[in-house]
């Protein structure tokens, strides 16, 4: 008796032991100095059950670090992505496990920092990467800093959030947040927004007591929930636990926090729960962005712009829309504007409504808001009007709502006042419609006769417009098209016309299609090896960059020691040219328009294009101008492929200097950021309409940035400028400039924001004064 009690203590015992260890997430440790490689093994560590690995995955013309679902080749599914709005990685780069933590290419890959040395890591069955200190406790952890994703056994503490990513093969920031507020509320939100409930679009609703201090939780059974002291609220139910299935929660691109099951038997991953739950993808605010509105019936949403607005990227329709100038009706030169209301049905916008107006009749709701030049919009609806402002957001047709929207549409004419470059185009337009109107009078009064000359002419010009559009289509539905070297050589005349010469290589003017479509050709001059073998795979990246503030790559010829590159041609130079060599300055709002215009640029350059950009060279004699006087950004993607001895004063440096951020001398890590510090000194310059130095200046004005901060310090701004300006407008550029132009990275704006600042969307705050400029 006495043995079999003895024998069914030690089974109780064995069985708690193995119970436990079951529980425990299994791990395998990685060295101190362990390192990985993009395209030669090691290329990842794996979980010891094989579903988890940390390592190098490929992303656009680079390489990632991240943590991913080990299923197939076909179907991988990244839950962590190590600092994912900086730039990609080469096939060279190395990720290596040192005392100091995870470093790539000599650098730490997080923010996060630790409070002791590292001795070893492990990548966890859980799907945590943890780094231990030198007693095995841990002291750095992937799941403290989620991205879009979070796993069974992970939580998401009080004031921390996941972003979506921007699309299936982006995984940087996307469009909206999920955010565990300091409040017990679990609320979904559009990227850009403050924890106001007016931009929420889905909460867990559980902050009616605050003090709960609740976290979100994640069960190893897929049970979502809150937990707080004594409080614990269900969001999804539990569901089947198997050891072949995993499951993740998952901030989608679409802008839903969805529960997924991963059965590594199957392969199979299903969708068990999503938040918020409706099928109309218009009610998830953000899904369109400014002043657009969104439209389903019951099928995919599609974004369209107000009357008036366009795209800010024809090919991203759901970042919104926007307007040729800036500023409201009342600041506006009623000389040169002409205005209307345009009139949409069955609209919803949750947005903040003006106080409703006593007018109860719809045309007077109109006029009224077509009279007041605060007025950008105005709704009428239940016998009421209400004036709006814009931007508007988050408008969506439903069938049933009997609102109508009226919208002021501002049309800026040259006529009766002074031209600015946006409107010279305009002119030429309507001179081209007067003598089209004085030919065919003319037609008519010679007869007959005349009518079938002209109706000769018409087949003969039909013909040879076909053919023009056969060819001109042709190259930009393969664009960017491989040119031969004999090819351009004609069609540059033998490389008669020079039109410039940069630190890229010199610019010929040329022309296709028989003459009639100019281009411009860039000779490339000495460039690196890494640069020769991976020209084409760059030509195509940049090639498959499309925004209307981007000067557009068509084509490229890569033969032998011949590198060149073929433009679409802008005919009216370089911002240089209109800010620093023209007697007449611009007018202020040109200014701000263009300023936009280059921001806009950037910042799909950083966030909103297949593979992220870094441009290294912003400056304005690489932002070109369009026919219609249409800002655009030149030479971005180029800088990896120039050797040092085309680079200017500093070895190993891209860019020009004066437009250098601080980091660049000091041998740190390169990111957007820099960008962001050239766009400040650009934006500066613009706002001045002079060089960031001026040696003929005055002492304290001969460095551009210098002059502004203490002008701002001292309440000084009206010394700028000379010409009549927005003084509330300059002092947002100004604010903007300064923020843009911190010596410290982490400092500066994102690009999302500057526009948004820009754009009057945000307020400014008060800047710190930067360093003075070396």
């Not at 921007?166 to 409040?183: A, P, V, Y």
């Not at 950008?376 to 109508?404: I, Q, R």
């Not at 499309?546 to 073929?566: A, S, T, Y």
């Not at 300023?595 to 640029?601: E, F, M, P, S, Y």
Request: aromatic share 10%; charged share 25%.
């Amino acid at each position: 008796m006495a043995s079999a009690t003895s024998y069914l203590l030690f089974l109780s015992i064995f069985s708690s032991v193995l119970a436990l260890e079951a529980a425990q997430p299994r791990q395998s440790n990685i060295n101190l100095e362990s390192s990985l490689h993009p395209s030669t093994n090691p290329t990842s560590w794996l979980s010891p059950n094989g579903r988890f690995a940390i390592g190098f995955y490929p992303e656009g013309s680079g390489y990632f670090v991240g943590i991913w679902f080990v299923t197939s080749d076909e179907n991988t599914t990244i839950i962590w992505t190590a600092e994912r709005d900086g730039p990609p990685v080469s096939k060279d780069a190395v990720l290596k496990l040192t005392s100091g933590g995870l470093e790539l290419e000599g650098r730490s890959i997080s923010q996060f920092s630790m409070d002791s040395y590292a001795s070893s890591a492990s990548m966890l069955d859980s799907g945590n990467f943890v780094i231990y200190g030198s007693n095995l406790e841990i002291i750095w952890q992937t799941f403290d800093i989620p991205t879009d994703t979070i796993v069974a056994g992970q939580m998401l503490p009080p004031r921390s959030e996941l972003i979506s990513s921007i699309s299936e093969t982006n995984h940087s920031s996307g469009k909206f947040r999920l955010e565990m507020q300091h409040d017990a509320n679990l609320v979904l939100y559009p990227m850009g927004t403050l924890d106001d409930p007016e931009d929420a679009y889905w909460s867990t609703n559980t902050g009616e007591n605050p003090n709960l201090n609740l976290s979100l939780h994640f069960s190893n059974d897929g049970r979502l929930y809150l937990l707080g002291h004594n409080f614990t609220r269900n969001i999804t139910t539990a569901y089947q636990s198997k050891p072949t299935l995993v499951y993740r929660a998952t901030l989608d691109i679409d802008g839903r926090f969805k529960l997924y099951s991963h059965d590594f038997k199957s392969n199979a991953t299903e969708v068990l729960a999503e938040f918020p739950d409706s099928a109309d993808q218009c009610k998830v605010k953000g899904t369109c962005g400014s002043n657009s509105y969104c439209s389903s019936a019951a099928g995919p949403a599609v974004c369209s712009c107000l009357p008036g607005f366009y795209f800010l990227d024809a090919n991203r329709t759901s970042n919104g829309c926007t307007r040729n100038f800036t500023g409201d009706g009342c600041s506006l030169n009623y000389d040169r504007v002409m205005q209307n209301m345009s009139t949409l049905e069955n609209l919803v916008w949750v947005i903040r409504y003006g106080a409703p107006d006593s007018i109860t009749n719809k045309e007077d709701c109109k006029k009224k808001c077509l009279e007041e030049c605060k007025c950008d919009a105005a709704l009428f609806n239940n016998n009421t009007c209400s004036m709006l402002k814009f931007p508007l957001e988050y408008g969506y047709e439903d069938e049933n709502d009997a609102t109508t929207t009226f919208i002021k549409v501002v049309t800026i004419s040259p006529e009766g006042g002074r031209q600015s470059p946006a409107a010279v185009p305009i002119t030429a337009m309507k001179k081209k419609f007067r003598t089209k109107i004085w030919i065919v009078s003319l037609a008519i009064i010679a007869g007959l006769s005349c009518t079938v000359d002209v109706f000769a002419l018409f087949i003969y010009r039909s013909h040879r417009m076909l053919g023009r559009n056969r060819e001109l289509g042709l190259v930009d539905e393969i664009a960017p098209r491989c040119f031969s070297y004999h090819e351009l050589r004609e069609a540059t005349d033998d490389f008669k016309e020079q039109l410039g010469k940069g630190a890229f290589g010199t610019v010929f003017k040329g022309s296709l299609s028989n003459g009639e479509r100019a281009i411009a050709v860039k000779r490339l001059e000495r460039m690196v090896d890494e640069g020769e073998r991976e020209f084409q795979t760059e030509m195509r990246t940049i090639g498959r960059t499309h925004h209307k503030n981007l000067v557009r790559l068509l084509g490229f010829c890569d033969e032998g020691p011949n590198k060149l590159l073929v433009y679409e041609c802008m005919s009216n130079g370089s911002l240089a040219d209109l800010i620093f060599k023209t007697k007449r300055r611009l007018y202020w709002d040109d200014r701000v328009r263009i300023a936009l215009d280059v921001a806009r640029g950037i910042l799909y350059l950083h966030e909103e294009c297949d593979t992220r950009i870094i441009h290294c060279d912003i400056k304005p004699q690489n932002i070109l101008m369009d026919d219609n006087w249409t800002a655009k950004l030149s030479d971005f993607g180029l800088a990896k492929l120039l050797t040092p001895s085309q680079t200017r004063t500093f070895t190993c440096i891209r860019g020009t200097r004066g437009y250098l951020a601080p980091e660049w001398h000091k041998n740190a890590p390169i990111t957007v950021k820099a960008d962001v510090y050239s766009f400040g000194i650009v934006l500066l310059e613009i706002v001045c309409c002079r060089k960031n130095m001026e040696l003929e200046a005055e002492v304290d004005a001969i460095v551009l940035l210098d002059w502004v901060s203490q002008c701002f310090a001292s309440g000084e701004l009206e010394k700028l400028i000379s010409d009549e300006v927005d003084m509330t407008e300059l002092d947002r550029l100004v604010k903007v400039g300064l923020w843009c132009t911190q010596s410290e990275p982490a400092l500066r704006p994102a690009m999302k924001n500057v526009v948004m600042m820009l754009e009057g969307n945000i307020e400014v705050s008060l800047p710190p004064r930067p360093d003075s400029s070396s």
